[in-house]
């Protein structure tokens, strides 16, 4: 499998809590990055790839003859893909988008919600209406897009349990067929981190925040949504490829600025400075970069790490014969460590955290990244 990853930077504001590579939206930034980017595409070998995958910043900010026109040029160089995804803001969706996006291949569209509590989405910094979400994903149903994700955020300023529950209810009252629940984190160098320093007790503590998260996992399981990863839920038949290639440790190839590839063991990372990527593709100059070969153990740390996430886990036949790993022996003491402690648990072939694991998932993953 392949995975392309599509990095569209310009937002219509920016969010306080956001420490994405992402600008303000300028039309002329935004014409001369489109040119940067096709330019970077044409670039590449004639490859087939599995999944397309838009993502921002705020995709949307581009109309959809646009995007169109972004997907045929990277079908010229990445072609077969069977699942295309983009993300969206409610607030920019135009009338006749979905049956545009449908017309261009588009089969998924991840809808960025965060919350459906008008105060919620204020401190969040969005200026979009519950009834504009509303709009959205009927419009979405009517063109009949293929998969309709939901994108929420828990752990928010001002959040109750009972405010997240309304969330939630309202969420699955909609019936899409994905929802993703991440936890808010706080960014170095964003608003909302001087916004912590002088008021930490507006913001959630590890215990208040698990308290949400068990909430979302109650719910969703009830209303028939599988966990298939630790901040995603899916119908049968609706989980995203693109992201079960990145927790397979599988490879992928970020277009754009600041954009992330994974390519023959190295890892890279396009630059973050919007000036720089532009004028670096525009003239024909590779993108400043930052690469490392992932090898041993940390590639093996890395790939147990990412398959931790995952409900299936770390299959332990699958990683021997990739990665010549035993992980029960090699990774023995942490194995047992969190197998003790009721975090992780064997089921057959595999080793998979358990479901007070998934609350301390930073913590275990963490162990392996780490062992030497
Ligand atoms: S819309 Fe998304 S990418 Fe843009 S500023 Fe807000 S959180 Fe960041």
């Given at each position: 499998?392949?995975?392309?990853y599509?990095?569209?930077?310009?937002c219509?504001y920016?969010?306080p809590?956001?420490d994405?590579?992402?600008?303000?939206l300028?039309?002329?930034?935004?014409?001369?990055?489109l040119?940067?980017?096709y330019?970077?595409?044409?670039?590449?070998?004639?490859v087939?790839?599995?999944?397309?995958?838009l993502?921002?910043?705020?995709?949307?900010a581009?109309?959809?003859e646009?995007?169109?026109?972004?997907?045929?040029?990277?079908?010229?160089?990445?072609f077969?893909a069977?699942?295309?995804s983009?993300?969206?803001?409610?607030?920019?969706?135009r009338?006749?988008?979905?049956?545009?996006?449908?017309t261009?291949?588009i089969?998924?569209?991840s809808?960025?919600?965060?919350?459906?509590?008008?105060?919620?989405i204020?401190?969040?910094?969005?200026?979009?209406t519950?009834?504009?979400?509303?709009?959205?994903?009927?419009q979405a149903?009517?063109?009949r897009?293929?998969?309709?994700?939901?994108?929420l955020?828990?752990?928010v300023?001002?959040q109750?349990?009972?405010?997240?529950?309304?969330?939630?209810?309202?969420?699955t009252e909609?019936?899409?067929d994905?929802?993703?629940?991440?936890?808010?984190t706080v960014?170095?160098?964003?608003p909302?981190?001087?916004?912590?320093a002088?008021?930490?007790?507006?913001f959630f503590d590890?215990?208040?925040?698990?308290?949400?998260?068990?909430?979302a996992?109650?719910?969703?399981?009830?209303?028939?949504?599988e966990?298939?990863e630790i901040s995603?839920?899916?119908?049968?038949?609706?989980r995203?490829?693109h992201?079960?290639?990145?927790w397979?440790n599988?490879?992928?190839?970020?277009?754009?600025?600041?954009?992330a590839?994974?390519?023959?063991?190295?890892r890279?990372?396009?630059?973050?400075?919007l000036e720089?990527?532009a004028s670096?593709?525009l003239d024909?100059?590779?993108?400043p970069?930052e690469?490392?070969r992932?090898?041993g153990r940390?590639r093996?740390g890395?790939a147990i790490m990412?398959?931790?996430?995952t409900a299936q886990g770390v299959?332990l036949?699958?990683?021997?014969?990739?990665?010549?790993?035993?992980v029960m022996?090699?990774?023995?003491?942490i194995?047992?460590?969190?197998?003790?402690?009721?975090l992780?648990?064997?089921?057959?072939?595999?080793?998979?955290?358990?479901?007070r694991g998934?609350?301390?998932?930073n913590?275990?993953c963490?162990?392996?990244i780490t062992?030497?």
């Amino acid at each position: 499998m392949l995975g392309v990853y599509v990095h569209l930077p310009f937002c219509p504001y920016l969010c306080p809590y956001c420490d994405f590579a992402k600008w303000p939206l300028r039309e002329s930034a935004a014409r001369r990055y489109l040119d940067a980017l096709y330019a970077e595409i044409e670039r590449e070998p004639s490859v087939p790839a599995s999944t397309v995958y838009l993502g921002g910043g705020t995709p949307n900010a581009y109309d959809a003859e646009t995007i169109t026109q972004v997907l045929m040029r990277l079908e010229s160089r990445f072609f077969g893909a069977s699942e295309i995804s983009i993300e969206l803001n409610p607030e920019l969706v135009r009338a006749g988008d979905f049956a545009r996006y449908r017309t261009a291949g588009i089969t998924r569209v991840s809808i960025g919600v965060q919350s459906f509590e008008p105060a919620e989405i204020r401190t969040l910094g969005r200026k979009h209406t519950i009834a504009q979400i509303e709009s959205v994903v009927a419009q979405a149903r009517d063109a009949r897009l293929p998969s309709l994700s939901l994108d929420l955020i828990f752990a928010v300023p001002g959040q109750t349990p009972d405010s997240w529950r309304r969330t939630l209810r309202a969420a699955t009252e909609l019936e899409p067929d994905h929802i993703s629940c991440y936890g808010l984190t706080v960014e170095e160098g964003t608003p909302y981190a001087a916004w912590r320093a002088r008021e930490p007790q507006a913001f959630f503590d590890d215990e208040r925040e698990a308290e949400l998260y068990a909430i979302a996992i109650e719910k969703l399981q009830s209303a028939g949504y599988e966990q298939y990863e630790i901040s995603n839920f899916a119908r049968p038949g609706h989980r995203c490829a693109h992201n079960l290639n990145y927790w397979a440790n599988g490879e992928y190839v970020g277009l754009g600025v600041g954009a992330a590839s994974f390519r023959g063991g190295v890892r890279s990372v396009h630059t973050r400075s919007l000036e720089r990527y532009a004028s670096a593709s525009l003239d024909g100059r590779a993108i400043p970069s930052e690469a490392e070969r992932l090898e041993g153990r940390q590639r093996a740390g890395e790939a147990i790490m990412l398959a931790l996430r995952t409900a299936q886990g770390v299959s332990l036949r699958a990683f021997k014969e990739r990665y010549g790993i035993d992980v029960m022996a090699d990774y023995a003491p942490i194995v047992a460590r969190f197998a003790d402690t009721g975090l992780l648990e064997r089921i057959g072939d595999s080793v998979r955290l358990t479901r007070r694991g998934r609350f301390l998932a930073n913590d275990v993953c963490g162990a392996f990244i780490t062992f030497e």
